[in-house]
């Protein structure tokens, strides 16, 4: 199983430009998520999908837009990149249920640069 | 105050040494708790679970104590491969709420 797949790896952009960052999982899961990481920090969710058919936004959403294509996709877009949204990009998954020990998986990645 | 809480290191420790990190969250009605590795530049990925039992696997034990709101991770006889950094998670009630703890730095040195 390929598990969760993001393309593409790495990006640049210039300020202002636009780009969709592409996320798929084999998993048969439900939950899916878009993570950044900046340098020296931790985790930071930027929107999620419990379900299909269903999206909502995390802690960092402003600058961004997700659409849930179907179970499998997950993309995340950004219309108009800023410099402050260079980081690394992290695709997750899990098969969340009530009460459930809810693992995520994730992608390898997707580094982006914003000059 | 952050959801979650670890201190950030860097821990640098000698191989064959034993390293505890800890780990604080602000919300009693969490439900799961996780630890995970993650190697530089790649992604995070689940090192073991934390149950309200304890448990543990190989060299590493993990412990949740529901009262005081914390979670440890102990590692006994470190090993060079264990330089990595380590990041709590916490579930809440619904699926969006994994929050991450900003990660703790370990170095193994021979």
């Known amino acids: 199983n390929a598990g969760v797949t993001q393309t593409p790896k790495f990006q640049v952009l210039k300020t202002g430009q636009s780009m969709t960052l592409q996320c798929a999982q084999d998993m048969n899961h439900n939950s899916m998520y878009w993570y950044r990481q900046d340098p020296g920090m931790g985790l930071r969710l930027i929107y999620y999908?419990?379900?299909?058919?269903?999206?909502d936004k995390g802690e960092v959403p402003n600058g961004y837009n997700v659409s849930r294509l179907n179970k499998r996709e997950f993309s995340l877009r950004l219309e108009s990149a800023a410099p402050s949204q260079t980081s690394v990009y992290f695709c997750?998954?899990?098969?969340?249920?009530?009460?459930?020990?809810?693992?995520?998986?994730f992608g390898a990645g997707s580094r982006l640069t914003v000059l | 105050r952050k959801e979650v809480e670890q201190d950030p290191g860097p821990f640098n420790v000698p191989e064959g040494a034993t390293v505890a990190f800890n780990c604080t969250y602000s919300n009693s009605a969490s439900q799961s708790f996780f630890w995970y590795r993650q190697d530089c530049r790649k992604e995070p990925k689940l090192l073991m679970s934390?149950?309200?039992s304890g448990n543990e696997d190989g060299r590493f034990t993990a412990q949740l104590n529901r009262a005081s709101q914390y979670i440890s991770l102990l590692i006994r006889d470190s090993k060079l491969s264990d330089s990595a950094t380590y990041l709590c998670v916490v579930n809440g009630a619904n699926a969006g709420k994994s929050t991450f703890g900003d990660g703790t730095t370990l170095t193994v040195k021979p």
């Open positions: 997750a998954s899990t098969l969340w249920w009530d009460s459930g020990a809810n693992v995520l998986t």
């Open positions: 934390v149950y309200s």
């Open positions: 999908s419990a379900s299909e058919g269903t999206t």
